[in-house]
């Protein structure tokens, strides 16, 4: 089961969550379309190499990356995004594309954009194209420690 390490992990820290299942969807934006949640509210996450270190970013699916930007409030020399190639095998038990946005539980830094953090509640694959995990934001804050800045563009 491609969510039961996510899901350990969030019962071991008391915390509160909803699934959805949905027809397979292999886009944050399509999957937000087939679960009846708003592009804004539905996270997906982008794995980037920065200096040469694998990060995770997290930024609402309507949303794109500016590098440029990520560039400047890292303080990177150089950004790139990552091949699927490069981390399939990183997210055991995940679906390829479908990692949710908790790095931390595979040695990874985490970027949250933002504009992720006004609502109260956040959405993302949660390790399959056909599996969604819904649950309070702040929850989310408390148990990745993601470091929060401006990245993205509408």
Request: one cysteine or more; aromatic letters at 10%; hydrophobic letters at 40%.
């Amino acid at each position: 089961m491609p969510v039961k390490k996510l899901k350990d992990f969030l019962s071991s820290h008391n915390i509160k969550y909803v699934t959805i299942s949905h027809s397979p969807a292999y886009t944050a934006q399509e999957i937000a379309a087939l679960s009846h949640i708003s592009g804004k509210d539905m996270a997906k996450t982008v794995i980037v190499n920065i200096d040469n270190e694998t990060v995770m970013l997290v930024l609402q699916a309507s949303c794109g990356v500016d590098f440029d930007l990520l560039k400047k409030n890292v303080g990177a020399d150089t950004i790139e995004l990552a091949s699927e190639q490069e981390f399939k095998n990183m997210f055991q038990g995940c679906e390829t594309g479908a990692m949710p946005p908790f790095g931390n539980l595979y040695g990874m830094k985490v970027y949250v954009e933002e504009r992720l953090t006004k609502d109260g509640e956040i959405s993302f694959n949660a390790g399959s194209h056909t599996e969604l995990i819904k649950m309070a934001y702040k929850d989310y804050e408390n148990v990745v420690k993601p470091e929060v800045f401006k990245f993205a563009y509408k």
